[in-house]
């Protein structure tokens, strides 16, 4: 980094970003990502729709997530847990988990830190692996 230049904080409003859709009922908004400058953590927000899941999947890095809103259901290594607002979760990397939307009329979110800007996710199911990052290109 040259003497000149400065890093810098930033103030990240989620309902003026546009989120990107995920498929099967989740959107997610990137938030804190490796183009502001992060070096050691991404975070963001993913909003999952009545009734909807995310697929069951792993990540290469540690992950804690919150429930902002709605009734969710954590289903971490086959265990379902039942989660209200403000309860989170710690991770381990390479634990199988999703989250449920528990509700069949409102919709759910979540508030997710990965401990690694070059987080990963793999579906259980069919073994493929992306990048987190790749979500954070589809932000409109």
Request: glycine share 8%; aromatic share 4%.
């Amino acid at each position: 980094m040259s003497a000149d230049s400065k890093i810098t904080g930033v103030v990240l409003r989620p309902d003026e970003i546009r989120p990107a859709d995920r498929g099967g009922g989740a959107k997610t908004i990137p938030l804190v990502v490796p183009s502001l400058g992060a070096k050691s953590l991404i975070n963001g927000i993913t909003i999952i729709a009545p009734g909807a899941a995310i697929p069951l999947h792993s990540h290469n890095c540690e992950e804690s997530v919150m429930v902002l809103e709605g009734d969710a259901i954590a289903e971490i290594d086959g265990v379902q847990h039942r989660l209200k607002p403000m309860d989170t979760t710690w991770l381990p990397a390479n634990l199988p988990h999703r989250f449920i939307n528990a509700s069949d009329t409102q919709e759910m979110k979540i508030f997710w830190i990965y401990a690694d800007i070059a987080a990963t996710r793999t579906l259980v199911e069919s073994g493929e692996t992306c990048p987190i990052a790749a979500e954070h290109m589809k932000r409109v």
